[in-house]
C-alpha cells in the first residue's frame, strides 16, 4: 500500500506532516528524516489499530 503525504515547514522551524487520505493525523519532527520516521510511526499505528479492530467480536 503507497500513501502519498503533504508536509511543510512550520514557523517554528518543524516539519508537520500528514497523509493525504488521513489528513486527521498529523505528526512532525525537527528534521525532513524525523518526520519521516513519524509518519512510519503514525502508518504502523493504523496498520495495528486496523488488524484489532477486525479480532474485535461486536
Keep these: 500500500m ?3 503525504y503533504t508536509y511543510f515547514k ?3 522551524g518543524m516539519y508537520v506532516g500528514y ?3 488521513f489528513p486527521q493525523y498529523v505528526t ?3 528534521t525532513f528524516d524525523e ?3 513519524m509518519l512510519l510511526d ?3 499505528c493504523m496498520e ?3 488488524y484489532h479492530r ?3 467480536a461486536v
Design 2 to 4: 503507497e500513501l502519498n
Design 10 to 12: 512550520s514557523e517554528s
Design 19 to 21: 497523509f493525504d487520505d
Design 28 to 30: 512532525q519532527g525537527y
Design 35 to 37: 518526520l519521516k520516521e
Design 42 to 44: 503514525v502508518y504502523q
Design 48 to 50: 495495528l489499530s486496523k
Design 54 to 56: 477486525d479480532k474485535l
